[in-house]
């Protein structure tokens, strides 16, 4: 294919994904530490939950007829026959026209239907509560099985267990979980000019950047980062780390896809196997020279040397794929994104998506978006910016007081 032939960032992106057959297996872990990952089958209740009905206030378990037309004026007036200890079945039935103490969580007695929150109540005797308002069936009551019956979905497949659903597991007594294996992403850097970041820099050197800043967004995306190493541009060194990434998911590689004599990217891309260079150029600003492919079924791209160059083509590109591998939608239903008005004026060029950094603030009440100007080389600017602003190839810019939608970093 002819290298370099600019597509939009939509047709590129849908091409590579397209290509991609990686999908991850399933893998078994504790539940302990199932934190972050993805479901890859339903998980369902072994059990009903909760396995007996509960109060959900501090009061007392009722039969809620006994209720019926309480008022503060003309309470109902029941005996206090027990105080159901906390972890423990109640010893109790109850029976018409009393009442025992129950606390958050405790079990309800047998014939008890309902709770009284205790601030709805007055001890008008030592064994005797007045209560003041009725109360309806079921009313403060969780109930057998109303969280879930047994062999029902607790959670289904592709969730990502957050807090609650680690919650959930537990509360079921779930001890492991199928989740999707993370994909392994070998990740490379190269350029004559870096230098490890232990590394005092000499004349025309620079710290490398891009294999943190990678690593830190693929363990965000699910995956697990392995910075191979840093190669110059020497085509045998570049080859040799190439290679090595075979034996990963994915392969991330930046720096060297620039047009210029010495840009190696490509060519030794195509060497590694079929179908190879699918993209190599996107009508993307910052991030035109992107190389997507794949290599005997192994994805690869190739990201600019610019840091912020190379984060906006993560986020196109690299965090789709992830997902996609892992079994998610490519893009996520929903976004963390803010409405903003903008401060100033915005150019753009037809034909071309352009990725803009803005800082967020508050300003009389309304959120306000300022772009953070600066090359792609500037990695403070992505320090200083909040968010970022997709102007789509369409559009010709964007004016000063323009309401736009802000894709909050994470």
């Known amino acids: 294919m002819e290298f370099f032939t600019l597509l939009s960032v939509e047709e590129a992106r849908d091409r590579w994904l397209a290509a991609v057959e990686r999908r991850m297996a399933a893998e078994r872990v504790a539940a302990s530490e199932a934190a972050g990952r993805i479901t890859a089958s339903p998980v369902l209740s072994p059990e009903e939950l909760p396995p007996f009905a509960r109060s959900s206030v501090d ?51 047998e014939g008890a239907d309902a709770v009284i929150m205790v601030e709805h109540t007055e001890q008008s005797a ?39 659903e680690a919650a959930l597991l537990s ?7 199928d989740v999707v294996r993370r994909p392994r992403v070998a990740i490379i850097s190269t350029g004559d000019e870096l230098v490890p970041a232990d590394q005092a ?17 693929v363990l965000r995306d699910g995956g697990e980062p392995a910075f191979l190493g840093l190669a110059p541009d020497d085509e045998e060194r570049i080859l040799a780390l190439l290679r090595q990434g075979m034996a990963y998911d994915l392969i991330l590689i930046s720096g060297g896809s620039s047009v210029g004599a010495r840009d190696l990217t490509a060519r030794l891309i195509g060497r590694l196997g079929e179908p190879g260079v699918l993209v190599h150029g996107v009508k993307l600003k910052p991030g035109k020279p992107t190389i997507l492919a794949v290599a005997g079924g192994v994805p690869v791209a ?3 040397g610019h840091p912020v160059s190379a984060q906006v083509v993560y986020s196109l590109f690299v965090a789709p794929l992830l997902r996609q591998m892992q079994g998610l939608p490519p893009e996520p239903e929903f976004r963390p994104t803010v409405l903003a008005r903008l401060t100033k004026n915005v150019a753009s060029t037809a034909g071309r998506t352009d990725v803009v950094r803005v800082r967020l603030f508050r300003r009389d009440g309304e959120v306000w978006a300022e772009p953070v100007h600066g090359k792609s080389g500037l990695i403070s600017t992505l320090v200083k910016a909040d968010g970022l602003i997709v102007i789509p190839s369409a559009r010709e810019g964007l004016l000063a007081g323009d309401t736009v939608e802000v894709e909050v970093l994470a």
């Open 59 to 109: 009061g007392y378990a009722v039969r809620s007829a006994d209720t019926f037309g309480a008022s503060e004026g003309l309470p109902a007036y029941l005996t206090v026959t027990a105080e159901i200890p906390m972890g423990q079945a109640p010893t109790l039935p109850l029976n018409p026209g009393e009442a025992q103490k129950i606390a958050t969580g405790g079990a309800l007695p």
């Open 126 to 164: 030592p064994d005797e509560i007045a209560a003041l308002r009725p109360v309806s069936p079921g009313e403060n009551v969780m109930h057998r099985g109303e969280d879930c019956r047994a062999g029902a979905e607790l959670i289904p497949a592709g969730r990502l267990i957050r807090a609650q």
């Open 171 to 177: 509360h079921a007594g779930i001890l492991q979980v």
């Open 201 to 217: 820099p000499g004349p025309g050197q620079i710290r490398e950047s891009n294999g943190q800043a990678l690593s830190a967004l």
């Open 302 to 304: 190739g990201l600019p």
